[in-house]
T-cell receptor, first 113, second 114 residues
């Protein structure tokens, strides 16, 4: 299957711990997006990569959050010193020019205790 | 700042009924509009994408329309089935040349009953 994959699917952590999520996009897609979704809300944009360049970051992405996409392939999203408010579903999507249909992965559900 | 609203927030219909979901957006300067389906606890599945120059798109029992000037889109589902039960989200992208980040509505939770 060549869809977007995300790991882990679920993560439970204690407040103050660091967590890292991984996203593997569809192989030929050069654009990769991270979104965050809380219960009952639509996803909110966090950050966007074109190849390995991080081109935009939302104000939602505090300095505790960092994302990378080395070599323009998979991406990681790290949250340092987690807080209970970080509990959410973290979604990754990828797309290719020029169609720009975004294809989403299954998400990583983070619970901060 | 673009804002996307979806009405109704929840909808319950008997199997076989035709239904319409509504989406409105405040800034008509969009590149395209997408409709997604989300099952509980799962990721998003793209249903239809309408380019800003288009008026509608169809896929099977689904038909999406776009009226960019009035900032509205509708998703029409014909002959609804219990398997259509899910949350439906619409999302818009800003004009070409800017980051293609999606701005989502809060969704319509659809339940189709037997």
């Amino acid at each position: 299957d060549t869809g977007v994959s995300q790991n882990p699917r679920h993560k439970i952590t204690k407040r103050g711990q660091n967590v890292t999520f991984r996203c593997d996009p569809i192989s030929e897609h050069n654009r990769l997006y991270w979104y965050r979704q809380t219960l009952g809300q639509g996803p909110e944009f966090l950050t966007y990569f074109q190849n390995e360049a991080q081109l935009e970051k939302s104000r939602l992405l505090s300095d505790r959050f960092s994302a990378e996409r080395p070599k323009g392939s998979f991406s990681t999203l790290e949250i340092q010193r987690t807080e209970q408010g970080d509990s959410a579903m973290y979604l990754c999507a990828s797309s290719s020019q020029p169609a720009d249909t975004q294809y989403f992965g299954p998400g990583t559900r983070l619970t901060v205790l | 700042k673009q804002e996307v609203t979806q009405i109704p927030a929840a909808l319950s219909v008997p199997e076989g009924e035709n239904l319409v979901l509504n989406c409105s957006f405040t800034d008509s300067a969009i590149y395209n509009l997408q409709w997604f389906r989300q099952d509980p606890g799962k990721g998003l599945t793209s249903l239809l994408l309408i380019q800003s120059s288009q008026r509608e798109q169809t896929s099977g029992r689904l038909n999406a329309s776009l009226d960019k000037s009035s900032g509205r889109s509708t998703l029409y589902i014909a002959a609804s089935q219990p398997g259509d039960s899910a949350t439906y989200l619409c999302a818009v992208t800003p004009p070409a040349g800017t980051a293609s980040k999606l701005t989502f509505g809060t969704g319509t939770r659809l339940q189709v009953t037997l």
